[in-house]
């Protein structure tokens, strides 16, 4: 199969869809790579790296689309490149459908088979091609609070950890899956005082095993919600109905009521963000304040850290472009019902159920699409 990698255009993203490693390995399954020009060069990945791993190199992303049968990124597809798909290609990136019409209807327009990274699914009813970057993201949502807590930033001049004599800042981490344990990890290490909630009670058993009385656990409710938001320093957005819109946890109302300077961080905002307040922002301009609570909601944070999400986003792609090129979309697809998972459009249909509500468009069963690939 003929794989093509553009450059990312999204603002301040490094990321590339295939390394120079991974592209090594596809080529020695008798593939063929090509890559528009440096597509990895922010990174530190050069063209000459490609070229040396087997790669061709286009000078464009139409060059790339033209060429390629299945197109590999990070970020959704831009207008742009939404313009260069066709029923020929089949699309491997993540998405983030539910939240945005013009993607959906342009990807449905397109005819192309789209597969999102983060609806693929494994044997544990997990997300793994979604995990690493919610590592990522969780990880660098508390570096990025702590900084926004510091005056010149709009927040309330408060250092996570304090010192000794002078309380630590209060953390809040609403959801307790991938990007809350690693926000959690890091606002730990770092000395704050946090509290985590969930509506899932086996989470939280597992979060009271691992930190004991060094934390507190709150199953998710309206008052729980309230309490540990109105006082917090720091809220740490990570919810997630898989494919679906983001809940709506924190009311305009609540965030109206926090302390000056207090920092919301809505790492949720991919899937169209868990506070009433938040709307995407970019690394260009990260934050707004609403209420005088400060507003992180950058949809792409992985991004920030380019070099290592890359790495850890290729750990995690490579096997599955390797199935998909191997044996074509449709085998790969048939043979793998958690590969299937992730297809969300497919030949001018919705597949993906909670994409499907989200948009008011038909959905159409997967297998059903799959026979027209
Ligand atoms: N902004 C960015 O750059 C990035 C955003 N993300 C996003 O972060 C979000 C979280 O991802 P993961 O942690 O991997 O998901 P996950 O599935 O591991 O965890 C989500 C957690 O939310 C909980 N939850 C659902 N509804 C809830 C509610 N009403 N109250 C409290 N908890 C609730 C679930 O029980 C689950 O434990 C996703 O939207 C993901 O796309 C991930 C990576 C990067
Ligand atoms: C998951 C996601 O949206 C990202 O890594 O940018
Ligand atoms: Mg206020």
Redo the contacts with the bound molecule.
Sequence with gaps: MHIGVPREIKNHEYRVGLTPTAVREVCQHGHQVTMETNAGAAIGYTDADYQAAGAAIAASPRAVFEAAEMIVKVKEPQASERALLTERHTLFTYL?LAPDEPQTAELVDSGAACIAY?TVTDSHG??PL??P??E???RLSIQAGAHCLEKAMGGRGVLLGGVPGVAPANVTI???????QNALAMAVGMGAQVTV????VD?LRHLDQLYGSRITTLF?TLET?EASVVNADLVIG?????GAA??K?ITRDLVSRMNEGSVLVD?????GGCMDTSKPTTHAEPTYVVDGVVHYC?????GAVARTSTQALNNVTLPYVLQLADKGARQALQDDPHLLNGLNVCRGQVTNQHVAAARGREFVDPQEALAQL
Excluded at 298 to 302: C, D, E, I, K, Q
């Design positions: 983030h983060e997990r997300l979604l995990a970057m919610s990522v993201a969780g609403i959801g307790g899956g991938v990007v809350g909630l969930d509506k899932n989470t998710s919600v990570g919810v997630l109905i898989p983001a809940p946890i790492v949720a905002i991919d899937q950058v949809a792409n944070m992985p």
